[in-house]
């Protein structure tokens, strides 16, 4: 069995990881397949439950669980105890669900620092697949820069072989023609509409979770996807029944994306203030926009030397090495040597006030980070992107139904995952701080649970190894 097989960094008993992977909560698993264990059921009472649909918190709440699934979830004396469960007394502490990020990337470092080719090996992103999930984040949408190793992954996943945070991929994504090109990007590069058209088949193929594709100029240093060709690919992936995603920049893009049919933004609009025509043109779809505020924070972030660097719960999951390499002058000089850094500021600030503006005029707010490119660290960055959505105006409790509620809709497991009631997957952190009194307590982690069962989760100050058998 592969998971047990492989190094793993935390010392997890294998027993505990082959007792987890039976009923890994991927949506199809956590759905269908019988409990398997006949463990007794556990309830959680006392803590305050916030339940990712954006409801009031209940205060003094009952969470109940069998096997891999909540069973009820209400105010203390609402809820009924099944006479033969495990009780825990949680008083004081919060639960919410687990977090879902919906733009991350696998497998493109070694230690989340370094950017050295050839590390797209199951091994390597089975370990951050683990790094997600010990943040508390256990649904991670991969966007556009897996290999086609990452389908084999998936299904390893979905049939209990791999664990951490369940996985969704867009597989290779769709870029420009003529960008910068490496021998490991293997995202799809079409010449021409027929490419474009037989591309988007072969991807189709493998049964992707929706398509990604980047139609940026990069601050102008380079050669934007013709809109011909991305009209294409949007057409092409809809008669497929695949939801086409973009990294966007400009609100001109964006407005024409729009119109070509796109169904949802990778990323802020930075460049000027949204107005009333892209906001219409998004209601009346129902398209989401995912802010990834913490993406262009982490543009200048170790130039300036930010205060969350010294952050323990950020080093406390970091890999062996990876502090050394952000510190360095190497790293350190070449985000300040980066002609564009002004701009990276500036964008950060529009995308935070285009946030306010979108979210106050009710369209879908969807939450990711783009972490896992080298130097974003999977984890501790999906905390990060909580508070600069709370910066840039928004309530916690916004920001945390966007994490939760969602993206678990965006991504078809609104029954499955993302929110705690009964018939979802028992998956969630447990804090020790309201994050609705200020939203830097998600970094307060007590505990995370997934498929019903406390995993190793980080903390500030040390990792330490809270799964534990019921
Ligand atoms: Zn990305």
New binding site residues.
């Given amino acids: 069995m592969k998971a047990a097989k492989h190094p793993h960094r935390f010392a997890v008993p294998t027993a505990f990881l082959v007792m987890l992977t039976v009923c890994l909560a991927c949506p199809r698993a956590a759905a269908q397949a019988p409990t398997q264990t006949k463990d007794r059921p556990v309830a959680l009472k006392g803590a305050r439950l916030i339940d990712g649909t954006g409801r009031p918190p209940i205060e003094n709440s009952v969470l109940v669980i069998e096997g891999s699934q909540i069973v009820a979830a209400g105010k203390a004396g609402a809820v009924s105890i099944p006479k033969d469960a495990a009780v825990q007394d949680v008083t004081g502490k919060t639960i919410m669900p687990a977090l879902i990020n919906l ?3 696998l497998g493109l470092s070694n230690n989340g620092a370094d950017s050295a080719a050839g590390h797209y090996t199951e091994e390597n992103v089975a370990k951050q697949l683990n790094k997600y999930l010990s943040y508390g984040v256990a649904t991670v949408a991969s ?3 897996d290999e086609d190793l990452v389908f084999s992954i998936r299904a390893d996943q979905r049939a209990g072989k791999i664990g951490g945070s369940r996985l969704f991929t867009a597989g290779r994504g769709f870029l420009e023609y003529t960008g910068k090109s490496n021998p490991t990007d293997h995202r799809y590069r079409p010449q021409n509409l027929e490419e474009a058209r037989a591309d988007v088949r072969e991807l189709a193929a493998h049964h992707p979770d929706y398509l ?1 594709m980047w139609v940026d100029d990069g601050l102008g240093h380079g050669t934007k996807i013709k809109p011909e060709i991305y009209r294409a690919i949007i057409d092409e992936a809809h008669k497929q029944h695949i939801r086409v995603f973009a ?1 966007e920049y400009y609100l001109a893009d964006a407005k024409a994306l729009l119109a070509a049919g796109l169904d949802g933004f ?2 802020s609009i930075r460049d000027q203030a949204v107005d009333n025509e892209l906001i219409m043109a998004m209601k009346s779809r129902g398209v989401f926009l995912i802010p ?1 505020l913490v ?1 262009d924070e982490t543009l200048f972030a170790y130039a300036d030397n930010v205060k969350w660097i010294d952050d323990p719960f950020f080093q406390s999951g970091l890999e062996p090495g990876a502090l050394t390499i952000i510190r360095s002058p190497q790293t350190v000089g070449k985000f300040r040597q980066d002609p564009d850094i002004a701009k990276y500021r500036a964008g950060l600030e529009m995308a935070k006030k285009n946030l306010k503006a979108l979210s106050d005029a009710g369209v879908k707010i969807a939450f990711g980070t ?1 972490s896992g ?1 080298p130097t974003r660290f999977p984890g501790y960055l999906e905390h990060r992107e909580l508070q600069l959505m709370v910066e840039a105006g928004l309530t916690p409790m916004q920001a945390i139904v966007a994490a939760t509620g969602t993206n678990a809709e965006i991504l078809g497991g609104t029954k499955q995952f993302g929110t705690l009631q009964a018939g979802r997957a028992a998956e969630f952190i447990l804090l020790d701080a309201n994050p609705l009194d200020d939203i830097r307590n998600t970094e307060k982690l007590s505990a995370v649970w997934q498929a019903g069962k406390p995993v190793h989760s980080v903390s500030a100050g040390s990792t330490s190894t809270r799964a534990s058998r019921q």
């Fill in positions: 733009h991350g990337h966007f556009g820069q990604k990294h990778a990323h990834t993406r783009d490119i």
